[in-house]
T-cell receptor, first 118, second 112 residues
């Protein structure tokens, strides 16, 4: 069974940093693209970042709203996905979901972790 | 960026009756590899999103067959053949043909 478990969300001041983690299990982690998607309180879904698989050299992509401030990375030995978030602003307040790509974004989702910037 | 527009924003439905949600993209979603990466998600109250449909019309594993997706190019539809109480949720379309991935604003389905 595929499982994705996010952690690391917290209350942080504007300008601060936070690192989110996502522990993956139930599949061969390095074979898949992984992404972060966020949802501000009471709002819709917003794609944040993607990291490709081994075949694509683990290349990365970012939403314009986070480019230069956030870094997505992965530890394939320990089946972990990360999102390093720097220079946080109030607009980054959201639940952050880790997702696995199978035939596109969002085949599997975690429960999310809440980041509050205030 | 590709803009995804959904209609209606709110959809009250009668149990057992059909429901339909429309989604339009600001440009054709036919990707350079020939696939159309248009997905549909369901988000029940208090839950994470769940993908229902990928590549326009393919149901994900475990998704009831009362859900179906159709469309092409820029116009897409999610249909529920007979609404059940457990279908109360917000539904989102999403395109993955072009970066950045973009979502529609959502359609809230509830029971009349």
């Amino acid at each position: 069974e595929v499982q994705l478990v996010e952690s690391g969300g917290d209350l942080v001041q504007p300008g601060g940093s936070l690192r989110l983690s996502c522990a993956a299990s139930g599949f061969t982690f390095s074979d898949y693209y992984m992404e972060w998607v966020r949802q501000a309180p009471g709002k819709g879904l917003e794609w944040v970042a993607r990291i490709r698989n081994k075949a694509k050299d683990y290349t990365t992509e970012y939403a314009a709203s986070v480019k230069g401030r956030f870094t997505i990375s992965r530890d394939n030995s320990n089946n972990l996905l990360y999102l390093q978030m720097n220079s946080l602003i109030t607009e980054d307040t959201a639940v952050y979901f880790c997702t696995r790509d199978v035939w596109g974004t969002g085949a599997n989702w975690g429960l999310g972790t809440l980041v509050t910037v205030s | 960026d590709v803009v995804m527009t959904q209609s209606p924003v709110s959809l009250p439905v009668t149990l057992g009756q059909p429901a339909s949600i429309s989604c339009w993209s600001s440009q054709s979603l036919v990707s350079t590899d020939g696939n159309t990466y248009l997905n549909w998600f369901q988000q029940r109250p208090g839950q994470s999103p769940r993908r229902l449909i990928y590549k326009v019309s393919n149901r994900d594993s475990g998704v009831p067959d009362r859900f179906s997706g159709s469309g092409s190019g820029t116009d897409f539809t999610l249909k529920i053949s007979r609404v059940e109480a457990e279908d109360v949720a917000v539904y989102y379309c999403m395109q993955g043909s072009y970066l950045p991935v973009t979502f529609g604003g959502g359609t809230k389905v509830d029971i009349k």
